[in-house]
T-cell receptor
Framework: DVKVTQSSRYLVKRTGEKVFLECVQDMDHENMFWYRQDPGLGLRLIYF???????EKGDIPEGYSVSREKKERFSLILESASTNQTSMYLC???????????FGSGTRLTVV | AQSVAQPEDQVNVAEGNPLTVKCTYS??????LFWYVQYPNRGLQFLLKYITGDNLVKGSYGFEAEFNKSQTSFHLKKPSALVSDSALYFCAVKSAGNMLTFGGGTRLMVKP
């Protein structure tokens, strides 16, 4: 069964902490994505990557960075967490030329 | 730019009745359209897609969607709703490269 796995379902962090959200896919997909989901705002793209060590900014990259050192792993980094980054974070992947995404189960991050 | 709109924040339907969740799109070129479902505190699950071919697309859990080019719509339908269909539904369109652009989501409430 193909999978996108996000390391944490729920996470609580303090303001100012550096936070790492991990995503791993086992489908050998080239493309990986990070979204955040907020009520009334739908899904907003933070960053995406189409290859190892490659990254592109999405619609709301401010306050975030990403790392893709291996094809299967795409990490989202909150350099200094703030309360307005409390949200549901969704990772997804797809193959180049493919249609649609496979999503992880999501990480609900609370910054206090 | 490609975009989708889901005009209803919430749809209420009684169990056993037919349901429709609306989606309209705006694209240049041929549209590639998708529906996803999200259950509470989970990631998004693929329901169905339209790439080409028949205007009526059948998907998972008894859902189907009708592609209407003249009305630029891709409404999600089910002949008989179940309480377990209650969830958040997202319409999406393939945009630049390998990315999807999502609508704002529609919450479906099926009452016994």
């Amino acid at each position: 069964d193909v999978k996108v796995t996000q390391s944490s379902r729920y996470l609580v962090k303090r303001t100012g902490e550096k936070v790492f959200l991990e995503c791993v896919q086992d489908m050998d997909h080239e493309n990986m994505f990070w979204y955040r989901q907020d009520p009334g705002l739908g899904l907003r793209l933070i960053y995406f990557s189409y290859d190892v060590k490659m990254k592109e900014k999405g619609d709301i990259p401010e306050g975030y960075s990403v790392s893709r050192e291996k094809k299967e792993r795409f990490s989202l980094i909150l350099e200094s967490a703030s309360t307005n980054q409390t949200s549901m974070y969704l990772c997804a992947s797809n193959p180049t030329g493919g249609y649609g995404y496979t999503f992880g189960s999501g990480t609900r991050l609370t910054v206090v | 730019a490609q975009s989708v709109a889901q005009p209803e924040d919430q749809v209420n339907v009684a169990e056993g009745n037919p349901l429709t969740v609306k989606c309209t799109y705006s694209v240049s070129g041929n549209p590639y359209l998708f529906w996803y479902v999200q259950y509470p505190n989970r990631g998004l699950q693929f329901l169905l897609k339209y790439i080409t071919g028949d205007n009526l697309v059948k998907g998972s859990y008894g859902f189907e969607a009708e592609f209407n080019k003249s009305q630029t719509s891709f409404h999600l339908k089910k002949p008989s709703a179940l309480v377990s269909d209650s969830a958040l539904y997202f319409c999406a369109v393939k945009s630049a490269g390998n990315m999807l652009t999502f609508g704002g989501g529609t919450r479906l409430m099926v009452k016994p």
